[in-house]
Each structure stands twice: as structure tokens, then as C-alpha cells.
């Protein structure tokens, strides 16, 4: 199993994908906070706040953008990962130099799982780092972030398998991409407008991405936001999606003529 997980850690280092995933949130993330910064110091000045809030308010927004990018590029990152064996038909080779495929499908998953992990480490590190740098006084580490900031981890790693099973059902790193782009940023949103029109808005908390903020915003004792999902069934919600999506995809590969 060490041998598959040297192969597969070495495919992605060796190809650029992966960092250009990771940067992209973050960079996102600071520039969300850049922009930010001079409209809320002109609030501050107006109301004649002290302009040390705007900095605090614009750096917090920046983690949040980045941390919302970082679920997604984990779960693109994923499609990618395990989708281009097949765009590129690597697979067949991969699988003849193996003993069996659920080696393969276990070890590319967990290396997909593990730079979801890394991805969000990263983001959450330089966005704390930047709070500490730009909050002031008005910023101190306290609980409700600590307990956001790993729950934040663990949806990225479920993310990066939801999208690496992704492409194992569909068999494309592109459609699988698309679909999870379109899910994350409209399509859910749409749904659950839909799902509520119909009187039954409360089938809407168990979708993958309301699931996910749940998880993440409510995880603090006290962070109880009502139009999110409570715990524990938003992260149970999100395992269940993960499960399905990861176990889908490993049985249907598991199966597959890959010839």
C-alpha cells in the first residue's frame, strides 16, 4: 500500500493542477479582503467607528470567502485527480501494475483526501496569520474559531472524495468539474428556492453544500444560525454524501471494462 501512495502522491506533484487549485482560493481570499477594506473603512469613517473594526471585518470576510473557494477547488481538484486516468487512459497501466484495483481506487482516494486536507491547512493558516497581522486588539483567538477552523479540514477532505468520486461515476474530469462548479454556486441555491416554494424547505438542509456550512458556522457551542443546518445532522449529512459518492464511485471502477 506504501508503494501505491508513493505512485499516486508523485502523479499529482509532478503535474501543476494541484498548486494552481490551492492558489486560487487563496489568492481569492486576500484579494476578497483587499477589496473589502475600503468600503467598510468608509462606513467606519462615516459613522466615526474606530477604522481598526474595518480592518478586522474585511480580513474575516477574506477567511470566509477563502474557506468557501477551498471546499470547492478541493472537490475540483478531486474530479481532476481522478478523472484524468481516465481522459488520458492511465488507468488500464496503473491497474496491470497492481495486484488488484481497490489498492489503486484506496490509495488515490486517500491522497485525494489528504490535499483537500492540505489545501484548507494552508488557506486557514495564512488567514489566521493575516487576522493576528491586520485584527488589532479587536481580534483574539477564542473557541468559536478553533472549532470552525478543523471542521473546515474535514469538509474539504469529504469534498475532494465527493469530487474524485464524481468523476468516477461519470468517467469525466470535465463534466464532473462543470457539475460541481454549477451545484456549488447556483444549483443547490435554485433547489432549495424550489424545495421551500413547495412547503417542504426543510428537505433543502440535507443538500451537500447547506450541509457543508452548517457544518462549518455552527460548529461553535452557541454559532446556532437557524437558516443553516444544526449539528449533528449537518455533518452527518455531509458523510453520508461523501459515503455515497466515494463508495459509488470506487464500485462502479471496481467494475468498469477500462480497455
Do not use: H
Not at 471546499?71 to 484524468?84: K, Q
Not at 483567538?141 to 468520486?165: D, E, Q, T
Not at 468517467?171 to 428556492?193: A, H
Not at 449533528?232 to 449529512?237: F, G, L, N, S, V
Amino acid at each position: 500500500m506504501t508503494a501505491l501512495l508513493t505512485a499516486e502522491f508523485r502523479k499529482v506533484t509532478t503535474l501543476r493542477f494541484w498548486w494552481m487549485l490551492g492558489l486560487t482560493p487563496l489568492v481569492v481570499g486576500m484579494f476578497s479582503s483587499a477589496i473589502s477594506l475600503p468600503v467598510l473603512r468608509a462606513f467606519t469613517d462615516a459613522f466615526e467607528a474606530d477604522p481598526a473594526d474595518a480592518n478586522l471585518a474585511a480580513t474575516v470576510f477574506g477567511l470566509a470567502v477563502a474557506l468557501s473557494l477551498v471546499v470547492l477547488f478541493a472537490a475540483l481538484f478531486g474530479a481532476v485527480n481522478a478523472g484524468t486516468e481516465f481522459r488520458y487512459k492511465t488507468l488500464t497501466t496503473t491497474f496491470l501494475t497492481a495486484r488488484g484495483r481497490d489498492g489503486v481506487i484506496g490509495a488515490k482516494l486517500a491522497v485525494t483526501a489528504a490535499f483537500g486536507f492540505f489545501y484548507c491547512l494552508v488557506v486557514e493558516m495564512i488567514s489566521v496569520a493575516l487576522l493576528l497581522t491586520f485584527g488589532g486588539e479587536n481580534f483574539a483567538l477564542r473557541g468559536s474559531l478553533f472549532a470552525m477552523l478543523p471542521a473546515a479540514l474535514v469538509a474539504a477532505a469529504c469534498w475532494a472524495l465527493i469530487g474524485g468520486g464524481m468523476s468516477m461515476l461519470t468517467g469525466s474530469s470535465v463534466g464532473s468539474c462543470i457539475s460541481l462548479v454549477v451545484w456549488y454556486t447556483l444549483g443547490e441555491m435554485i433547489l432549495r428556492s424550489i424545495l421551500s416554494g413547495l412547503g417542504i424547505g426543510a428537505v433543502g438542509d440535507v443538500l451537500p453544500v447547506s450541509a457543508t456550512l452548517g457544518s462549518v458556522a455552527n460548529a461553535a457551542a452557541g454559532n446556532d444560525i437557524d437558516w443553516l443546518p444544526l449539528w449533528p445532522a449537518a455533518p452527518i449529512a455531509v458523510v453520508v454524501w461523501t459515503a455515497l459518492f466515494t463508495l459509488g464511485g470506487w464500485a462502479l471502477t471496481r467494475s468498469r471494462d477500462i480497455t
